[in-house]
């Protein structure tokens, strides 16, 4: 199959305006790459490009733009931003949404591809790739602990023909990490040399870099952290510089499919994304401090939170950090004293805004706390400046067979928070009101003692 070549718009590497310089810093570039100020008309902030035509001087003469599925203004504004802000990345793609990401780089394996993936992948892949592409395409799939399984156990998942290892780190909802790295290098090793693909939704471009840790493409829902307001369902597929071939066939895939965002959300994703830097650190601090009461509460019986000291996998969490992450997780240091002892009560750095515990007791508890927080919303989805709260195993897990859950440890008390960016102690006080409810006699409650 021939593939057309990018065309002119397309061609979103990072192109900085003349003052902004490759050196400048994370937010920097977040609030001005892709924002230039309109030519004609001055206008800071990029007007929204509902027309889905456009003219053209003569046949085949045109300003970068014929007919919107193939390429807007807006989109190519998003992308610019997007490569820009993915660390390592050069090519950004936009699409309707994570999804639909997930289906246009599936697709471009081609017929009886085999595929490595993380074992408690996202739902809505683990679906796509044993429901739809193992039907549409004879795509199989192996899933492997790719946290706990020695290079051995994970060598011999590969085939001759895998084309692809699908990694998520953290994993949802049990936070599990993968050491990028070295699934990159068991992948080099390889004859078949797979594609190294990080679905990076949970941490977002602000805390995790894997293209600058070896993978070949990165992917995220921009519905979460990205956009960050809860009001747009897009996803987004960001390539380093020397993958430039396997952009143009998804952005030719992508075309041929349609599935494309519109303007509207294009706008609005930039908009959120201006934020980002602000944001994620506001998640990361307040994701900390709740994990912290947490894990000293009487009513839990466990938190996961790769940020605290006692996650097993803390040491990997800290290497996985990208630049501007660990910049800013060292400017939080607490001064160490003239004894030489640091400030620091328990230890632990933000690690983005996703916390889940196991509440003492079982189902009835669960929901009692679910249903008492006053700021946390009981809703699916997460990456929004407003906190919420759910219930993996009946909720966003829920589809998975429960033997499948039991052994991934997504009991019936295991509580999944998307902590916002409301003020941190308004957060902490929800949560330790609704634990007292849930699982204590209410006395500390009503003797007012909060
Ligand atoms: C980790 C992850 N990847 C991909 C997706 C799919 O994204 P979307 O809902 O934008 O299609 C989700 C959605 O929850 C997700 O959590």
């Known amino acids: ?15 900085p305006k003349k003052h902004l310089s490759h050196t400048d810093g994370f937010g920097t570039r977040a609030i001005h790459v892709g924002s230039e100020p309109n030519k004609e008309t001055g206008a800071v902030i990029p007007p929204i490009s509902l027309s889905t035509t456009y003219k053209q001087d003569s046949v085949g003469v045109h300003k970068g733009f014929e007919y919107s599925r193939s390429g807007n203004p807006n989109r190519d504004a998003l992308e610019s931003t997007l490569a820009s802000l993915e660390s390592g990345g050069a090519h950004a793609l936009a699409f309707s949404s994570g999804s639909a990401t997930t289906a246009t780089v599936l697709h471009s394996l081609g017929p009886n591809a085999h595929v490595v993936s993380v074992n408690d992948v996202y739902g809505g ?75 990076n939704t949970f941490l977002s471009p602000f805390y995790s870099s894997p293209l600058l840790q070896g993978a070949d493409i990165v992917v995220h829902s921009l519905t979460k952290y990205i956009n960050g307001h809860s009001d747009v369902v897009m996803g987004t597929a960001i390539l380093p510089a020397h993958n430039a071939e396997l952009a ?24 959120g994304a201006k934020t980002l830097h602000l944001r994620m ?10 994990a912290q009461v947490l894990q000293r509460s009487p009513y839990v019986e466990d ?27 060292e400017s939080l240091k607490a001064p160490v004293d003239q004894d030489g002892v640091s400030g620091e009560e328990e230890g632990g750095f933000p690690y983005g805004g996703m916390v889940s515990f196991r509440i003492r007791g079982g189902a009835v508890e669960a929901n009692k706390f679910l249903t008492a927080t006053r700021l946390f919303t009981l809703a699916e989805s997460l990456g929004g400046v407003e906190s919420l709260a759910e219930l993996p195993s009946k909720m ?22 998307s902590v916002g960016v409301e003020e941190t102690d308004d957060l902490v006080a929800d949560v330790e009101q609704a634990l007292e409810l849930a699982v204590g006699d209410g006395e500390v409650l009503k003797n007012g003692s909060h």
Not at 5 to 11: L, M, Q, T
Not at 251 to 271: E, H, K, T
Not at 396 to 417: F, Q
């Open 281 to 290: 650190k506001a998640h990361g601090t307040s994701a900390l401090k709740i």
């Open 125 to 199: 892949t683990f679906r796509y790739l044993n429901r739809v592409a193992a039907e549409t395409q004879g795509l199989e799939t192996t899933f492997v602990d790719l946290e706990e399984a020695s290079d051995d156990t994970i060598l011999s998942s590969f085939r001759d023909n895998t084309k692809l290892i699908w990694i998520e780190s953290p994993t949802n909802p049990t936070l599990r990490l993968v050491d990028i790295p070295r699934i990159v290098s068991l992948a080099r090793s390889h004859a078949s040399n797979p594609i190294v693909l990080v679905d």
């Open 248 to 271: 143009s066939k998804l952005r030719f895939l992508q075309n041929a499919i349609g599935a494309v965002p519109s303007a509207y959300d294009c706008w609005l994703a930039q908009r």
């Open 396 to 417: 966003t897990h829920g589809s998975i067979p429960p033997a499948e859950r039991e052994l991934l440890g997504i009991g019936d008390n295991l509580i999944r928070l």
């Open 1 to 15: 199959m021939t593939f057309i070549s990018e065309s002119a718009h397309s061609g979103n590497g990072y192109h």
């Open 303 to 329: 938190v996961i939170y790769p940020g605290l000291a006692s996650h097993p996998r803390h040491a990997l969490a800290y290497r996985s950090l990208s630049p501007h992450a660990t910049k800013f997780v």
